[in-house]
């Protein structure tokens, strides 16, 4: 099983960045998916979810900001984040799990002018 997420990097405070992580090894439309994230010395935290069937929840801090969806034709989830904050800047993380959980390598936005 692999889930390889990209799309991170450097941006400016009130920009955009769009993550996306690429499943491989798993029934993708069984799994419930999420993005993930750490900031130094903090703990990891959930930011978003989808579950097999499209319902989503978001940490309070995105509501309004950040996007979850998934293209099951593409085994794909994505992470459409707007009106970045310095305090977003985190490594981030694709998670699954349908049986078990499965975490794919983080990438690392940084929010910053």
């Known amino acids: 099983v692999q889930l390889q997420a990209s799309g991170g990097g450097l941006v400016q405070p009130g920009g955009s960045l769009r993550l996306s992580c690429t499943a491989s090894?798993?029934?993708?439309?069984?799994?419930?998916m999420a993005w993930y994230r750490q900031a130094p010395g903090n703990e990891r935290e959930l930011v978003a979810q989808v579950t097999s069937d499209g319902r989503t929840n978001y940490e309070d801090s995105v509501k309004g900001r950040f996007t979850i969806s998934r293209d099951n034709a593409k085994n794909t989830v994505f992470l459409q984040m707007n009106s970045l904050k310095p305090e977003d800047t985190a490594v981030y993380y694709c998670?699954?799990?349908?049986?078990?959980?499965?975490w794919g390598q983080g990438t690392q936005v940084t929010v910053s002018s």
């Open positions: 998670w699954a799990r349908r049986f078990r959980v499965y």
């Open positions: 090894g798993i029934v993708f439309n069984s799994y419930a």
